[in-house]
């Protein structure tokens, strides 16, 4: 009897769909077969909540709500350096942070778009206007990245937080970065930033998650070896993105901790997650929280 497919969620993005091409189209040998949706990183952090799907692409802001049913795998995720989200303005501002003046002034009771309040995002920019917006900003409001550029642009709010590929083109839609979060917390823990990680349910059982953890770091691995072999699939799903903006997506956000997160990137996620707790902005984890099985 041919074994069910495992059903899995990560979004369109270059980053994942170059990590799972080779496994997506059973180019993985022995890995487990996978159903794939395609969903945007705020509908697959409620999945998870909900309990859905067996894998899925979620950030990793939302762990402390869903490791009792699902359990990090040590690869597959996106970390890394230079990488962070970037808050932007339609007029230019001090920007930067290392003091409680600079990148403020422009935020402090204004309106800010987030792409989702349990977004790695939107907890990075919490710890940050902590240190540098002391008065707080005057209200966040969600909605789908893609969006958040053209609603700053448009005035329909003050500042956006972006992620993914609007590192590189923000300046298309005449904004300007008012600060880089990455930045902040690099400078302030020395730690890489920790976006995106890839969960499974643990009911699946120690073997199946090992298996799992295989297939991730082997088809991230056959996607270096040969890079022509994802293009169909990265541009297919990149929303008409510019092939050389897809390579420089993939280029920050693909890297040494994809395949390994590593003691550097467990310490970045415990670092986030704790100091994150100690501020009241997510529950505290567990010891144990983060064993892989």
Same mark, same amino acid.
């Given at each position: 009897m041919t074994p069910k497919a495992l059903k899995i969620a990560y979004s369109p993005c270059p980053n994942d769909t170059f990590v799972f091409d080779a496994w997506a189209h059973g180019r993985v040998p022995?890995?487990?077969?996978?159903?794939?949706?395609?969903?945007?990183?705020?509908?697959?952090?409620?999945?998870?909540?909900?309990?859905?799907?067996?894998?899925?692409?979620? +950030?990793?802001? %939302?762990?402390?709500?869903?490791?009792?049913?699902?359990?990090?795998?040590?690869?597959?995720?996106?970390?890394?350096?230079?990488?962070?989200?970037?808050?932007?303005?339609?007029?230019?501002?001090?920007?930067?942070?290392t003091?409680?003046?600079?990148? +403020?002034?422009?935020?402090?009771?204004?309106? %800010?778009? %987030?792409?989702?309040?349990? +977004?790695?995002?939107?907890?990075?920019?919490?710890?940050?206007?902590?240190?540098?917006?002391?008065?707080?900003?005057?209200?966040?409001?969600?909605?789908?990245?893609?969006?958040?550029?053209?609603?700053v642009r448009d005035g329909k709010v003050d500042a956006g937080l972006v992620i993914h590929e609007a590192r590189f083109t923000y300046q298309n839609y005449g904004l300007h970065s008012l600060a880089d979060m990455g930045e902040h917390w690099e400078r302030t823990t020395g730690l890489p930033i920790p976006l995106g990680a890839i969960i499974a349910?643990? +009911?699946?059982?120690?073997?199946?998650?090992?298996?799992l953890a295989d297939a991730a770091r082997t088809s991230v691995r056959m996607a270096w070896d040969d890079p022509t072999a994802s293009l169909p699939y990265v541009l297919e799903h990149a929303q008409e993105m510019d092939p050389m903006v897809a390579d420089q997506h993939i280029g920050l956000y693909v890297n040494e901790f994809t395949a390994d997160l590593g003691e550097d990137g467990y310490a970045a996620v415990r670092g986030l997650l704790t100091r994150a707790a100690a501020e009241g902005l997510v529950p505290p984890l567990g010891r144990d929280a983060l064993s892989f099985v």
């Amino acid at each position: 009897m041919t074994p069910k497919a495992l059903k899995i969620a990560y979004s369109p993005c270059p980053n994942d769909t170059f990590v799972f091409d080779a496994w997506a189209h059973g180019r993985v040998p022995g890995a487990p077969k996978i159903d794939v949706t395609f969903a945007d990183i705020d509908v697959t952090n409620g999945m998870a909540e909900r309990g859905e799907f067996d894998i899925l692409k979620v +950030s990793y802001a %939302v762990l402390p709500w869903v490791l009792d049913e699902y359990a990090l795998l040590p690869c597959g995720g996106a970390l890394g350096r230079g990488c962070g989200p970037l808050v932007l303005t339609r007029e230019p501002g001090a920007r930067g942070g290392t003091s409680q003046a600079e990148g +403020s002034g422009g935020l402090t009771g204004k309106t %800010v778009a %987030v792409p989702s309040e349990r +977004s790695t995002a939107y907890l990075l920019f919490r710890l940050w206007a902590a240190d540098v917006v002391p008065e707080g900003v005057g209200g966040v409001v969600v909605m789908p990245f893609h969006e958040i550029m053209p609603a700053v642009r448009d005035g329909k709010v003050d500042a956006g937080l972006v992620i993914h590929e609007a590192r590189f083109t923000y300046q298309n839609y005449g904004l300007h970065s008012l600060a880089d979060m990455g930045e902040h917390w690099e400078r302030t823990t020395g730690l890489p930033i920790p976006l995106g990680a890839i969960i499974a349910k643990r +009911s699946l059982g120690e073997e199946t998650l090992r298996r799992l953890a295989d297939a991730a770091r082997t088809s991230v691995r056959m996607a270096w070896d040969d890079p022509t072999a994802s293009l169909p699939y990265v541009l297919e799903h990149a929303q008409e993105m510019d092939p050389m903006v897809a390579d420089q997506h993939i280029g920050l956000y693909v890297n040494e901790f994809t395949a390994d997160l590593g003691e550097d990137g467990y310490a970045a996620v415990r670092g986030l997650l704790t100091r994150a707790a100690a501020e009241g902005l997510v529950p505290p984890l567990g010891r144990d929280a983060l064993s892989f099985v």
